[in-house]
């Protein structure tokens, strides 16, 4: 490097303050477009069950058949069983992929890695190790409401 | 002889060369018009209206018969619709066909009745080819035509000009406000729709300026005034936004000027 | 530090580099050079935020017809500072031209651009070709009425050039009408061919530059002034005398672009209908003259004459203004034809600017037609009464 002309204290404070001016200057492009870059939330999700092509329908549900859709909750699955309609969250908890319902062995399964689960959210099967959380659905007339289940 | 070069590359693109003139996009160009081969005049002046720039009419939009048949006598033939010049009883409802408006309140003011000769037709004060855009302008040649020295006149048409450059001075205030801070204030997106509806409220004004009538014309900027007040206040909210912008721009500068003494320093230095 | 330069030094033996490097930065440029020198680095600096606040865009914009203009009013309204960030691409691409020309008209009457610099200039060149671009094909992405029919009217003008005219158009626009395609096609030579083009002329501009030095004001015929001999007049390094300067007039040029992104934000317009022209469309200031020579001219000559004006503006140094003489003053001829041709454009303009509009002039009102003639607007009898 080539050798620096002899420094006194003004010297080192202009180019103190300089060297402030220029990373302050950079802080402030960085800054903004980082601000800019913040990811919009991503939305607050309904109370009611919701499909690709809008609100879901029980009537849509026939025996034994299911559906997923996106809510307040996250993505929930609903099955109709012969005493109603059972919710439970969708997203697998082993690698978050979404899981579908088998009518052949009434079972709950994640076409990703073969997880399995039963109505109640419990695991039959890994690589899943949490259950599915069982949520609180009801049919009204505006669609299929999901709630959190209330302990007992 | 490098020019005569150049120049035999040009001349055969020249071939195709077309001038642009002045014909509008969709619209016949004067030229073709075969009325105009007699009626030049007309046809040199149409030629500088709105209604021909802006690729609205023909001559037979009035006149009625054929502007693209050469033979004149067909041109004119009864199954044309030909009218020639029309009668003046007629000129508004021709106008009145797509200007319904003015027509309208025209007919309530004191030149309505046609059958009396002193009355003015639209194009008295409009021009029959040469149709510009209506100004405000145009009130101070045009009354003073047949009215001359009349003092009441006179200040009925000042009267009238001011409220009608009145209603516009507001309704630009009151857009330029808002096209000013619109790009400030994200949330004012949502109040657009208050402002056009004030705009479209005020806009009636100019057909009702044909009744000559200031009542009918202050009548509708009472109305006018109510809803740009509502605007107004939501402006108001927005105006806070400009000001935080303002003291950014002063501290961008003082930021600036700061660091290019600075540099300044650092230059005696070296 | 010494530690990661020794590392970088053992593998890439830097040294040799290095001292070149600081010999180009330090050798002392000739004594003239001044402020008005350092427009290039403001250049430099606009382009810079050019690219920053495009590759922001990028994440937001959507270049589909059906979702362009929407993604614009997103970034305006909901992404945040998403209107300062588009506001100052906009005033950058203003703030650009003007400096580009001011850039060249400096080289220009500094005789820059003679022997050895030949080189760079018609680099330089290229690169207002390049800028020019970069405002024609971005003007179109908006997707707004404005932006939508003077790209429309900006493209009728290749097709009449004979036999390869219609087809250059559709080839350009991807199609026999703006649409779609024409967006997508705008869209990557905007942000991708157009940068790559930039950064790669940029980079060798400024490396000749810098290899060269400033040019100084001698005869081309005489030997150039040696470092010592620059030194000796009084002539200053460009580091770190002259970039102290060129910091400055940066520092300067970020804030007219913030003040300007400030409080003039940018507008956008109604979205674009292809089905209905809305009245007096123009194209954006730097294209005017060339639009309004349209109007006066032969369509086939008009459209020939802003790539006869660029290659003129290559010619400059190989064949028009071959004397030796640099000062200004010293080639009157060449001097004068540059100021009126200036002129010649900047009327052109301003008359394209004023056609198709009715202004108040000194209490009368005035319609200036397409030609940019003035008519006064008043009224006569009517004729037709009977």
């Known amino acids: 490097m080539s050798d620096s002309p002899p420094s006194g204290p003004t010297r080192r404070w202009v180019n103190a303050l300089l060297g402030l001016g220029v990373v302050g200057t950079i802080t402030g492009f960085a800054g903004s477009a980082f601000a800019y870059l913040w990811p919009a939330p991503g939305g607050a999700g309904s109370e009611f069950l919701v499909g690709k092509d809008g609100l879901l329908r029980a009537e849509d549900i026939g025996p034994d058949g299911s559906v997923v859709g996106r809510s307040r909750l996250g993505k929930i699955l609903v099955v109709r069983r012969r005493d109603g309609l059972v919710g439970l969250t969708a997203t697998c908890t082993h690698l978050g992929c979404t899981v579908a319902w088998n009518g052949a062995n009434g079972q709950v399964e994640c076409p990703c890695h073969g997880a399995r689960y039963n109505l109640h959210g419990e695991v039959l099967n890994g690589p899943a190790r949490e259950p599915l959380t069982i949520v609180s659905v009801t049919v009204e007339p505006d669609g299929i409401r999901v709630r959190p289940q209330l302990q007992g | ?270 | ?386």
């Open chain 2, 1 to 270: 002889m490098r020019w005569l070069l150049l120049l035999g590359l040009v001349l055969p693109w020249s071939a195709g060369a077309q001038d642009m003139g002045d014909v509008p996009p969709g619209q016949v160009p004067i030229d073709d018009v075969w009325c105009t081969v007699c009626h030049y005049q007309e046809g040199d002046e149409f030629a500088l209206s709105v209604h021909y720039q802006r690729g609205l009419l023909l001559c037979d939009d009035c006149h009625g018969g054929d502007p693209l048949e050469p033979d004149p006598e067909m041109a004119k033939a009864p199954d044309t619709g030909f009218i020639g010049k029309p009668a003046r009883s007629g000129i508004a409802d021709i106008c009145a066909r797509c200007h319904s408006g003015p027509a309208e309140f025209f007919a309530l003011g004191p030149h309505a009745d046609p059958a009396n000769p002193d009355n003015p037709s639209c194009i008295t004060c409009h021009q029959n080819h040469l149709v510009v855009d209506a100004t405000l302008a145009l009130m101070d040649t045009a009354c003073a035509f047949c009215h001359v020295g009349d003092a009441a006149v006179v200040a009925q048409v000042e009267l009238i000009q001011a409220t009608l450059h009145e209603a516009e001075q507001r309704l630009y205030a009151v857009e330029s406000r808002f096209d000013s801070l619109q790009g400030i204030d994200a949330g004012l997106r949502r109040s657009r729709g208050m402002l056009v509806g004030a705009g479209a409220v005020l806009r009636q004004i100019d057909p009702r300026t044909h009744a000559l009538d200031i009542n009918l014309m202050d009548e509708l900027i009472t109305a006018f005034d109510e809803e740009a007040e509502a605007v107004g206040d939501v402006l108001d909210e927005s105006e806070g936004a400009r000001q935080r912008r303002r003291w950014a721009v002063g501290g961008v500068w003082l930021f600036v000027a700061a660091n290019v003494t600075l540099l300044w320093l650092k230059r005696r230095q070296v």
């Open chain 3, 1 to 386: 530090m010494q530690r990661l330069w020794d590392w970088f030094d053992e593998r890439l033996h830097l040294a040799p580099l290095w001292d070149v490097l600081q010999e180009n930065l330090r050798k002392p440029s000739p004594r003239h050079v001044n402020w008005l020198f350092t427009m290039g680095s403001a250049l430099l600096l606009l382009l810079g935020v050019q690219l920053l606040t495009g590759v922001l865009l990028m994440v937001y914009y959507k270049p589909s017809g059906r979702e362009a203009f929407a993604s614009v009013e997103a970034i305006m309204y909901e992404v945040p500072l998403g209107g300062l960030t588009r506001s100052a691409h906009n005033w950058g691409s203003h703030l650009i031209v003007i400096m580009a020309l001011l850039h060249m008209f400096r080289v220009f009457f500094y005789g820059g651009y003679k022997k050895p610099r030949e080189l760079t200039w018609i680099i330089g060149v290229g690169l207002l070709a390049v800028i020019l671009g970069f405002g024609f094909t971005g003007y179109l992405l908006p997707w707004d009425q404005v932006a939508y029919w003077g790209t429309v009217v900006a493209t009728e003008a290749p097709a009449s050039i004979p036999v390869v005219g219609p087809i250059t158009r559709e080839f350009m626009i991807g199609g026999n009408e703006v649409a779609d395609a024409t967006l997508g096609r705008f869209y990557v030579v905007h942000v991708f061919l157009l940068p790559l083009a930039l950064m790669g002329m940029v980079g060798l501009h400024l490396f000749l530059i810098r290899y060269q030095g400033i040019s100084s004001l001698r005869r081309t015929d005489e030997p150039e002034p040696t470092p010592a001999q620059n030194l000796a007049d009084g002539g200053k390094p460009f580091f770190p005398h002259h970039f102290l300067k060129d910091s400055a007039t940066i520092y300067v040029t970020l804030g007219v672009l913030v003040t300007l992104a400030l409080l003039y934000p940018a507008h956008i317009g109604t979205p674009a209908d292809p089905l209905s022209t809305p009245a007096g469309i123009k194209p954006e200031w730097y294209f005017l003259p060339a639009y309004q020579l349209l109007k006066y001219v032969p369509e086939v000559v008009g459209v020939n004459m802003p790539p006869l004006l660029l290659l003129i503006l290559v010619l400059m140094p190989l064949a028009i203004d071959t004397s030796p003489e640099r000062h200004p003053g010293r080639r009157p001829r060449v001097v004068t034809g540059w100021i009126v041709t200036s002129v010649l454009i900047l009327g052109l303009g301003i008359l394209g600017h004023l056609s198709e509009t009715t202004r108040m002039v000194l209490g009368t009102a005035y319609h200036f037609d397409v030609k940019g003639m003035p008519h006064v607007v008043e009224i006569t009898d009517g004729e037709g009464q009977d």
